[in-house]
């Protein structure tokens, strides 16, 4: 059984980035006319495309509805990079639901937010670690965040349940080449110059050249890291995003994606109202500017990312504002291409196939 599944076939609700919005998730799958055990009366089942958790108030009710979805057969997934950082144990902005050593620090950003027992994070652990990175059939193919043919074909290679030794091997491997190389060097020097860190956000670091390699190096080398979160190159600016300052931008990868086969992803953080991406920590270049928040982008047009931002929805809360104004949970629905949101909007795509 390899990493890259196969999709269930029939029709198709696709939700996006969830963020540990447990209720944003429960009124979206009552319009999508779920029953609460996921049977459909048109037998339509759910597809999750990762990032269940951090930032959100909930994150433990909703991987356990998702875990209870999926087994009883009526929902499947793949993994998102928040649940690969989970599963690495790597500790960082809006995982203090999960961590211990991040929880004090996330509290004045994103409480109140639920916590789970030890055996809760046993229980969550063990369950992702069985989840694969990518779903296809002849119709369609989903992936958190890049279909990319070379570190997709190393995943097919893969057994379920090797993400995590995998994805540790290849970021073993980039060390081993920053070692060996002068690049480890390059950045301590950096960061010997630069005496304020890296995750304050009221200190711009200059550019910093080793840094961005590196990052830029790590990303592209790790297939698992490339199809979870995206295709990156050394940038030229230094911005903040994710609760730490980068050195290396994200590309817009479906603009060389040549496939006939419809490809939906999530990880992209789309709005369907205009907004300050500032205001979520998200310094990086929009990768959608210039494009309608309902069109299907790509140099075919059969490109999709239905995150439509619901992991901003913490600074509405924190601004008093109601929670879902901007910041959306959504499904795509397949084969119809409509998309339906939380709060019961439903709306046609458009522009796909030109």
């Known amino acids: 059984m390899s990493l890259i599944q196969p999709l269930p076939g029939g029709p198709l609700d696709i939700v996006g980035d969830i963020h540990g919005e447990y209720d944003a998730l429960c009124q979206l799958l009552g319009h999508l006319g779920y029953a609460a055990d996921g049977t459909h009366p048109q037998a339509r089942t759910l597809v999750f495309v990762g990032d269940f958790c951090d930032r959100g108030p909930n994150s433990p009710a909703v991987l356990a509805l998702a875990q209870r979805l999926i087994q009883s057969g009526r929902a499947v997934a793949v993994l998102g990079n928040h649940e690969i ?7 960082k902005d809006g ?13 004045p950003k994103y409480a109140p937010f639920q916590r789970p027992t030890d055996a809760e994070r046993a229980r969550i652990t063990a369950w992702l670690s069985g989840l694969p990175i990518a779903l296809e059939r002849e119709d369609l193919r989903v992936v958190h965040a890049a279909w990319q043919h070379a570190p997709i074909q190393a995943a097919r290679q893969l057994p379920l349940g090797t993400v995590h030794t995998t994805y540790e091997r290849w970021e073993a491997e980039a060390r081993r ?11 301590r020097a950096e960061l010997s110059d630069w005496a304020f860190g890296l995750e304050d956000p009221q200190r711009q670091p200059p550019f910093l050249h080793a840094h961005a390699e590196h990052e830029a190096n790590k990303q592209m080398l790790n297939p698992l890291k490339v ?3 995206g295709v990156e190159r050394k940038g030229s600016v230094p911005f903040y995003s994710g609760g730490k300052w980068r050195f290396a931008e994200r590309v817009a990868w479906w603009n060389a994606y040549t496939d006939a086969t419809p490809v939906v992803v999530g990880h992209y953080w789309r709005r369907v109202n205009p907004v300050d991406r ?9 990768l959608f500017a210039g494009t309608h928040a309902m ?17 901003g929805r913490w600074a509405e809360r924190k601004a008093g504002t109601p929670p879902g104004r901007d910041f959306k949970l959504a499904a795509l629905r397949w084969p119809e291409k409509t998309l339906q949101f939380d709060d019961g909007h439903r709306q046609a795509t458009d522009g796909f196939g030109t």
């Open 85 to 91: 950082n989970l599963l690495r144990g790597d500790a």
């Open 278 to 286: 500032a205001r979520v920590g998200k310094g990086d270049a929009d």
């Open 95 to 107: 995982s203090g639901w999960f961590f211990d050593e991040r929880a004090q620090r996330d509290h």
């Open 177 to 187: 080449q920053a070692r060996e190389t002068d690049l480890a060097q390059r950045m």
């Open 295 to 311: 069109r299907w982008h790509g140099q075919r047009g059969n490109v999709f990312c239905v995150d439509y931002s619901a992991g």
């Open 227 to 229: 199809l979870t979160s």
